[in-house]
């Protein structure tokens, strides 16, 4: 049985792959790292050269490619998917006596009198999601439901630049974990909100009513096209089933999965 990818001149593979792998690159260290190399005109450039060859040798199609952040065909429907781990919802602190309470509850359940430290982060107010990861590969995005079941949305959390397509290999781990489970929040910014809102306008459609809202609406879209258009971002601050990552401390888990490409905001 063979392959018609056997039939397709080898340069032309090579070209497709090298393509791949520096867009991959370089939207890391522009979404990510915020240190890009070439500009935004070279960056598209390339992009086009891409999306043309796909579209010549569609046998060479890859759910890892680069081009699906342009977005994928409609849906008609939300499929779901179970969560391995549990997706539980964050308690809030409204004073400091809030906090002091939980680090006298933090000491009870430790037994220790000793000095804690916390690691605290920006409140981001977005749609919390879980992203899977299988041998480096974003195969499945899905948000958190009702913690223990949420939609299928692997589609259009592609479409988001910060979040991986592939993971990194950096530092001392030489390849990616067979298996990870990782959480964070997709979020538009402030100054995002205000652009889309001027866009909607200028369209004629209904304003949003604020970041969250728009950041919800704009994932939770059956059309994933529609998804790309909108200023999503993501950082992510913890992990499910996640035995690869042998963290000891939240910070460590952070840091963690800053060295595997996911952008995280302590």
Same mark, same amino acid.
Do not use: C
């Given at each position: ?106 000491? #009870?359940?430790? +037994?220790?009198? %000793? /000095?804690? &430290? ?8 977005? $749609?919390?999601?879980? *992203?899977v990861y299988e041998e480096g590969r ?5 948000? #958190?439901?009702? +913690?223990?079941? %949420? /939609?299928? &949305? ?8 910060? $979040?991986?397509?592939? *993971? ?99």
């Amino acid at each position: 049985m063979f392959s018609m990818s056997e039939f397709i001149d080898p340069d032309i593979i090579g070209r497709i792959k090298n393509l791949r792998e520096e867009l991959h690159r370089h939207n890391h260290r522009y979404y990510v790292m915020d240190d890009p190399e070439i500009s935004d005109s070279e960056y598209d450039r390339m992009m086009r050269d891409l999306i043309e060859l796909e579209k010549r040798y569609p046998e060479l199609a890859s759910p890892d490619s680069p081009s699906v952040r342009v977005g994928a065909p409609p849906l008609k429907k939300f499929g779901t998917v179970g969560h391995t781990i549990k997706m539980l919802s964050l308690d809030n602190a409204f004073s400091e006596q809030d906090i002091l309470d939980f680090d006298r509850r933090v000491r #009870r359940e430790l +037994g220790t009198e %000793g /000095e804690i &430290i916390y690691t605290a982060e920006p409140k981001m107010d977005g $749609v919390a999601v879980e *992203l899977v990861y299988e041998e480096g590969r974003l195969v499945v995005g899905s948000t #958190r439901g009702d +913690g223990e079941t %949420g /939609e299928e &949305i692997t589609s259009n959390v592609r479409t988001i630049r910060t $979040v991986p397509i592939l *993971l990194q290999k950096q530092g001392e781990r030489s390849s990616a974990p067979s298996r990870l489970e990782v959480r964070g929040e997709v979020v538009i910014s402030r100054e995002g909100f205000k652009r889309l809102n001027e866009d909607m306008s200028e369209q004629g459609l209904p304003l949003f009513a604020n970041p969250r809202n728009a950041a919800a609406g704009s994932l939770r879209q059956l059309d994933s096209k529609i998804s790309a258009t909108r200023p999503l971002e993501i950082f992510f601050y913890g992990t499910g089933e996640a035995d690869a990552i042998n963290a000891k401390s939240h910070w460590g888990m952070l840091s963690s999965l800053k060295e595997l490409g996911f952008r995280v905001n302590p």
